[in-house]
């Protein structure tokens, strides 16, 4: 019999949002400061509306970043290619406003101390192969399937512009169903109803049959319910309807709202900001933990002051599923894991890029994606945790 039944709902975009642009330009940047000056700080954060993106922060390298060239390759790769999407990669203004990086921030960091003040968070959980929650990793794939039927013209009347949500039925804290699926995606005029001035029927259903089945396959049932631009239609989208800016898509970023989130945004940030990498290790040392077995699901929070290299504190939550108690996984981290800036870099890797590899983090999600090589997803110390479990 059921003891505990509730309902619980994430979101994710898709790559041509508003607040999506921005995080990939701000990480493209940040990328193309890494692959020519590993030493580079950037703090760069990106703001777009109709026709224009303001490209602005604080940036210290020896190298050269065209911002005007890189953020028009950003769009032409999103697909802002026409004016009928409302933004156009070709004409759309673009204004430089970066500086250098404060003095008085460097001089703590160049010691090997935090580049910012705050509190970290780390989840990790044995509810899907990706150790991720089930509704986040839902949204995003249905995001990504959104993507994936625009650029291969399964869909030709999509534009780049869109969102899912995804709602799941829990029993006793485990996920049976999905109750409901959103999709907003925005299209051109080719399949709106003259008449109803609203998105064709047929154009819904068969966003529904491309986009949502495949994607959720069992975990949808006869009385699952599918919303498709609920409002009637949606021709104007991106820029051209909603003004976009870095860092506003924060619990789309994470874990969709299962856990505590610390506040700071990713995008565009260096490795020395422990807004980013400190969350990074964060997932790699809870995610190690669950595949280890230690707990079937577990929260860590760590936190930081500006200039100090040892964290302030490190709290554990493991849900009561550990096998050990919180205080001594606690202790296993400070006795394992490398948790100071310079010890996060060097075991996550963080000053490497490949070109593309802080943007790839910007769209769908920066947790649960083991195939684009994130560091921070392997499970590699998983076998040696193993035997601390009494």
Not at 24 to 48: F, H, I, K, P
Not at 57 to 83: A, F, Q, W
Not at 190 to 212: C, N, Q
Request: neutral net charge; hydrophobic residues 35%.
């Amino acid at each position: 019999m059921t003891k505990h039944k509730y309902l619980f709902t994430s979101e994710s975009v898709t790559e041509g949002h508003p607040d999506k642009v921005c995080d990939q330009v701000s990480d493209a940047v940040l990328d193309a400061v890494l692959t020519q000056d590993e030493a580079g700080r950037v703090a760069c954060e990106t703001y777009v509306t109709m026709g224009l993106i303001i490209v602005g922060g604080e940036i210290t390298t020896s190298g050269y970043v065209d911002i005007h060239s890189l953020c028009r390759n950003v769009l032409k790769d999103i697909g802002y290619t026409h004016p009928k999407y409302g933004f156009d990669y070709h004409t759309c203004a673009i204004l430089n406003a970066i500086n250098k990086q404060s003095p008085d921030i460097a001089m703590g960091v160049d010691r090997g101390g935090a580049g910012d003040q705050g509190m970290m968070m780390g989840f990790a959980c044995n509810e899907t192969p990706e150790m991720m929650p089930l509704p986040i990793m839902l949204a995003h794939k249905l995001a990504r399937r959104l993507a994936e039927v625009r650029k291969k013209n399964i869909l030709k009347y999509l534009g780049p512009d869109g969102k899912s949500q995804v709602t799941v039925e829990y029993h006793d804290k485990k996920p049976v169903r999905v109750t409901s699926v959103v999709l907003a995606s925005q299209h051109t005029e080719e399949v709106v109803d003259k008449k109803t001035d609203t998105m064709k029927e047929d154009a819904k259903r068969e966003i529904v049959d491309k986009v949502a089945r495949p994607v959720l396959k069992e975990w949808i049932d006869k009385d699952t319910k599918f919303y498709v631009n609920q409002t009637g239609k949606f021709v104007i989208g991106g820029p051209q309807s909603d003004t976009g800016m870095t860092g506003r898509k924060i619990i789309v970023d994470t874990y969709g709202g299962t856990v505590s989130h610390g506040g700071g945004a990713f995008s565009g940030k260096d490795p020395t900001k422990v807004d980013r990498s400190a969350a990074y290790m964060g997932r790699y040392i809870a995610k190690n933990l669950v595949a280890a077995g230690i707990a079937d699901k577990i929260m860590i929070q760590m936190a930081y002051v500006i200039g100090k290299a040892e964290p302030l504190s490190i709290m554990v939550d493991t849900y009561g599923t550990g096998r050990i108690s919180d205080e001594k996984i606690v202790k296993l981290i400070t006795d394992h894991f490398e948790v100071t800036p310079h010890g996060i870099i060097a075991e996550l890797n963080l000053r490497d890029s490949d070109g593309m590899r802080y943007r790839r983090t910007a769209a769908y999600g920066h947790f649960g994606r083991d195939e684009d090589g994130f560091t921070w997803e392997r499970t590699d110390r998983a076998k040696d945790l193993k035997r601390f479990i009494k």
